[in-house]
């Protein structure tokens, strides 16, 4: 493709930092780790994502969640490699990445005792804690710092807060990731996809959050609430 092509003749030259890896028409976000920089296609900063007339808690909860799970990937286990300036450099003391492994292993038993579901309801297949490890990360710390965030901008701006607004926080981040597939399409998102399912996606960093088992009075042990969480951040 002309895209490959591109970057074929760019190798061995000086990165370009202005140059994206898709366009403003893309709905879609990434953090590039040579780079250092989180992009945000003009076509994501609309409805349902961010609507300025919402709630300040679902744009935190949507928006806000996408743009901290792209600061994530800068302290996961690939940018883990590359410093401040883009630079290969690993960076991390064995301390920190000894505890971080520990951490990471904990999402990726968690994430694969997780099932795709098929149309009919039957289980398809397991989803790969280990291939999805990377996005389950962004997710669960894009939620806890977006969670975080909008409790600080309350603070700060003296407005009100109650338990409906935290539930609403979660609900928007659980809409973002509402879709429907086919078995066939289901299947080929999980040979080739290093996002987990949506359902997983949700479930999995909402049962890790204390604030959504606080925002939903979660009995203890529940499902979505239980004693063992998994948290890295």
């Not at 190798?11 to 403003?24: F, K, L, P, T």
């Not at 710390?141 to 603070?155: E, I, Q």
């Not at 607004?165 to 998102?189: H, P």
């Not at 996606?201 to 609430?225: D, E, K, L, Q, W």
Request: hydrophobic share 40%; aromatic share 12%; with cysteine.
């Amino acid at each position: 493709t002309a895209r490959f092509v591109a970057l074929a003749w760019a190798i061995g030259g000086e990165v370009d930092r202005d140059s994206w890896s898709m366009s403003a028409a893309t709905v879609n976000a990434y953090y590039s780790p040579k780079t250092n920089q989180v992009v945000i296609p003009a076509a994501f900063l609309q409805s349902p994502y961010l609507d300025l007339d919402d709630a300040v808690s679902q744009i935190f909860g949507s928006i806000g969640v996408i743009v901290a799970h792209e600061i994530s990937h800068g302290f996961d286990n690939n940018g883990a490699n590359f410093d401040a300036d883009g630079n290969w450099n690993a960076w991390w003391s064995n301390d920190t990445l000894t505890e971080f492994s520990t951490r990471t292993q904990c999402l990726i038993d968690q994430y694969s005792s997780f099932y795709i579901d098929a149309e009919d309801g039957e289980q398809l297949v397991p989803e790969d804690g280990e291939k999805t490890v990377s996005e389950n990360i962004a997710d669960n710390g894009g939620l806890h710092v977006a969670f975080n965030a909008y409790k600080s901008r309350l603070a700060a701006s003296g407005e009100s807060e109650c338990d409906a607004d935290d539930q609403l926080f979660f609900v928007s981040y659980a809409q973002i990731w509402c879709g429907k597939m086919r078995d066939e399409t289901a299947m080929n998102s999980y040979l080739t996809n290093v996002h987990a399912m949506s359902e997983a996606r949700v479930n999995g960093a909402a049962m890790n959050s204390a604030a959504f088992a606080t925002a939903f009075s979660c009995s203890a042990g529940a499902p979505m609430n239980p004693s063992d969480k998994c948290v890295l951040y």
